[in-house]
């Protein structure tokens, strides 16, 4: 028989969970649903192990070498680093991509960066295959950095045009000041936002019923040719939800996790899980704050609790451990009802789990749709980056979450343990609408990558583009 090569997609993953994850479910699909074979690449800084570890095994995985990143300034940001990290490591991708080019039997079929190595998108170009960005987030918030670019089109280097707040977005959706990210991030912002123009098309981890305004207004939109002088901004594919499915293996630091083995002793939708993404931090104060709010609401929780904000730097190695700065005999007085973990949780699992009633959430992205995938209703405490703007969708847009009031005016202040208690009981004992809807966006979330689902035809389209691209070569 005559061995057929498997086109080859190499796709680009820049450090962290809520990167990688959802990165790697798509490669597995590429792979299990439309024949390609696939490598997700990861960085060497800030690598996480256990992480590598619960990829599908379907997907091969190939790792950067480290590069020097110490020398950046200590207020580049999160996102300011993982761009640079990109840049610096271009000459490495660009070799790495050329031998999986050169020496594996299959021809390269695409290449797809996510949105934080989109400087990786003219290799693409050079080695004359297509290149597109996977987006991570929403498509409201691709629908936000499209509205920069095009504001800032023929603008000087390194000056931009002040945003007219309300941002008024095609689909009907208004953020205000308050729901977009941080002020200082602008310039930042429309200059990645430039870059996309180089893709050939944006993947999105969203699907129609989580955003159906602002995926009709793409539909409208007509994209004029590359460099026709008409504003050009790629097409957009919604091909989510991508995100880990609760039967794989999930890392838990190291040590297997209590979290499941609780769970399974509480009643049925009775726990409040708390958790606050990768990167989410509270203050010492407010830390303090939300322990007596769970001990005041006499709710069933389980909290992951992260290490505070700078102010616990200060005070040395002897409080490394995040549980140490929980209020003196605040789990003892629990006696059972919560359950503090150091850092990190089974996420997907334990929102999969029938104890689970409710989700307190930083409103990263992907904490959103495993949320919605298990039909979880949540209480949007957002913190940076986009997530006021997820948290906008999740209120106002779907009904699926109630927010909570210091996320509504200034973010900054201490939501005190009344406001607490209010939110989390109004969530539980009330909160018959949002679990309904919860409910209505799970079975919306599985019929997007059934067999005739939205998202599912929308992956197709991509790959059957990739395919007839790899013909027009030979
Ligand atoms: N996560 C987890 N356990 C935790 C915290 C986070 O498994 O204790 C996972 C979570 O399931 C999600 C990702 O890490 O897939 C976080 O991504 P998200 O977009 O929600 O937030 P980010 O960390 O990027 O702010």
């Known amino acids: ?71 950046l300034p200590a207020d580049a940001g999160n ?22 080019s050169t020496s594996s039997t299959a021809p390269l079929a695409a290449l797809v960066p996510d949105f934080f190595c989109s400087s990786a998108l003219p290799i693409a170009a050079e080695l004359g295959v297509p290149g597109y960005l996977f987006f991570p987030s929403n498509l409201t918030f691709v629908a936000f950095m499209r509205h920069i670019v095009e504001r800032n089109e023929g603008a000087a280097p390194g000056e931009y045009r002040d945003l007219v707040v309300p941002v008024e977005l095609p689909g009907g959706v208004s953020l205000c000041g308050a729901d977009l990210p941080e002020h200082q991030l602008y310039g930042q912002l429309v200059e990645w936002g430039r870059s996309y123009c180089l893709a050939d098309g944006v993947l999105v981890n969203t699907f129609y019923e989580m955003e159906p305004a602002a995926v009709e207004a793409f539909r409208q939109l007509a994209v004029p040719e590359q460099g026709s002088g008409a504003f050009f901004f790629p097409p957009v594919f919604p091909v989510g939800p991508s995100v880990r499915r609760p039967d794989r293996h999930e890392p838990t630091a190291g040590a297997l ?23 989410g931090q509270l203050s010492v104060e407010q830390t303090a704050e939300l322990a007596a709010g769970l001990e005041g609401s006499g709710q069933r929780f389980l909290w992951v609790v992260r290490m505070p904000s700078t102010d616990a730097r200060r005070c ?24 503090a973990v150091a850092s990190w949780a089974p996420q997907v699992r334990v929102l999969a789990h029938p104890a689970t009633a409710a989700f307190v959430s930083h409103c990263g992205w992907n904490s959103t749709l495993e949320s919605v995938g298990c039909g979880v209703p949540m209480l949007a ?94």
Request: glycine fraction near 6%.
């Open 1 to 71: 028989a005559r061995l057929v090569a498997r086109p080859h997609v190499v796709l680009l993953a820049s450090p962290g969970a809520g990167h990688l994850t959802p990165l790697a479910e798509l490669a597995r699909r590429l792979v299990e649903l439309h024949g390609f074979a696939a490598t997700v690449v990861t960085f060497t800084n800030f690598s996480a192990p256990d992480q590598l570890a619960c990829l599908p095994a379907s997907v091969a995985t190939a790792a950067l070498p480290a590069v020097q990143i110490d020398d």
């Open 79 to 100: 996102g300011g680093v993982l761009v640079e990290l990109a840049r610096r490591s271009l000459p490495n991708i660009r070799a790495l991509v050329r031998s999986i």
């Open 257 to 279: 996790s209590p979290c499941l083995e609780w769970l399974d002793l509480q009643p049925a939708g009775s726990v409040v899980y708390l958790s606050f993404g990768s990167g």
């Open 316 to 339: 040395g190695a002897a409080y490394d451990d995040p549980l140490a700065w929980l209020p003196e005999g605040f789990l003892a007085r629990m006696n059972g009802r919560g359950l």
């Open 381 to 474: 405490w957002p913190m940076y980056a986009e997530q006021r703007t997820n948290a906008l969708i999740l209120e106002e847009k779907l009904g699926v979450a109630l927010r909570m009031p210091s996320s509504l005016a200034d973010d900054r202040r201490l939501v005190t343990r009344h406001e607490i208690v209010k939110a989390v009981k109004e969530l539980v004992e009330g909160g018959e609408k949002v679990r309904r809807r919860a409910e209505d966006l799970r079975e919306a979330a599985a019929r997007a990558w059934s067999p005739e689902g939205p998202s599912r035809r929308a992956l197709e389209e991509v790959a059957v583009k990739w395919k007839a691209a790899l013909e027009a070569d030979f």
